[in-house]
């Protein structure tokens, strides 16, 4: 029996990779037993030739189907879109840069094969990542998963194979602000995991800058706990307390002693500590509130221009 498999990868700017990657690509699918596989190439909005050259490439090879995105809507959208149009029995989503080693592929389709419903490829060395994106990403999943119920596997990227069952059930998900490697974890499912060693890109450059980066990390910190929000009904109880400890033993030192100087550092120092952690909280609530804003218009998550694909 063949499986129909399908790849979704997302491209943004990626013109000087895609030789690279469908020379790969093909070869390494071509080496698993009886698979057909259709290739998602999904154009976030790419302002190079990209789009061109996936277009060239399913005009060759009736595998490759082409969804262009009307803007860069970013990765997440990107693969969202991706999943939707995927047809296959198991989804396999790897990167346009193939940092993540395609022939990882066979291994996840065999596992699948035995019965795994989601199949993660872990990355056990990351030494192609810079020492500081290494150390802000393992800081960023140490406190994700001890603020939220959902706990993200570390050292896991998007690369990953989804049975039919995972994929149907993602696409349940409404939300608009798309925290895919949460949304992942959310849905659950029968999971085993490959490693691998993750490679330099070969052309191109990343394109998460750090900014990006610790935006993706407030998006995933938001999305799956509210752990910001409670934290300062904590922080107000305890200030509290201690403002009415501080309270009594200033009457007390005033009724023993008389009235000290007045302490104008004291003060000025309470006022401006507690201004500011009313500003931060007020903060947090505005991450919150921002995002119930923006889910609340209910747009679509991206916006399809058009699919390319030959039909033999
Ligand atoms: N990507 C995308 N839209 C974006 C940014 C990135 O579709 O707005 C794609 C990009 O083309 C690549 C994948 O997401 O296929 C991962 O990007 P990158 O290699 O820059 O990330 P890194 O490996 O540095 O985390
Ligand atoms: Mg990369």
């Given amino acids: 029996m063949v499986d ?60 490759f189907k082409v969804v262009e995105l009307s803007r860069n809507f970013g990765k997440e959208a990107a693969l969202t879109a991706g999943l939707d149009t995927a047809s296959g029995a198991a989804v396999v989503v790897i990167d346009a840069d193939l940092q993540d080693p395609a022939e990882i592929i066979a291994t996840m389709v065999e596992k699948w094969r035995e019965g795994a419903e989601v199949v993660l490829g872990r990355r056990i060395d990351r030494s192609s990542d810079s020492v500081a994106k290494r150390a802000t990403a393992s800081w960023f999943y140490s406190l994700h998963n001890r603020i939220s119920k959902i706990k993200i596997p570390e050292n896991v990227g998007d690369f990953r194979l989804m049975d039919r069952c995972v994929v149907d059930a993602l696409k349940t998900l409404p939300e608009q602000q ?60 305890t200030g ?6 501080y309270g009594i033993f200033i009457t007390l030192r005033t009724m023993i002693f008389g009235s000290a100087v007045p302490g104008y550092a004291s003060i000025f120092f309470a006022i401006t500590l507690l201004g500011s952690v009313q500003i931060i909280s007020v903060g947090i609530l505005g ?7 923006m889910e609340t218009k209910n747009r679509p998550i991206y916006i399809r221009r058009k699919i390319y694909h030959r039909i033999d």
């Fill in 4 to 63: 129909n498999l399908s790849l979704v990868v997302p491209f943004y700017n990626e013109e000087e990779g895609i030789d690279f990657f469908s020379k790969t690509i093909s070869s390494t699918l071509a080496k698993i037993p009886s698979s057909e596989w259709e290739l998602i190439c999904v154009d976030d909005g790419s302002s190079d030739k990209t789009l061109q050259k996936l277009i060239d490439l399913s005009l060759s090879d009736s595998r």
């Fill in 178 to 237: 798309r925290f895919m490697k949460g949304l992942f974890a959310w849905v659950g499912f029968r999971t085993v995991t490959v490693d691998y060693v993750r490679a330099p890109r070969v052309s191109g450059v990343t394109k998460f800058s750090p900014f990006s980066l610790w935006n993706f990390a407030i998006e995933g910190i938001t999305s799956f706990s509210t752990v910001p929000l409670r934290i300062w009904t904590y922080i107000g109880c």
């Fill in 240 to 245: 509290a307390l201690l403002t009415l400890l």
């Fill in 287 to 293: 991450e919150y509130i921002g995002r119930m804003y």
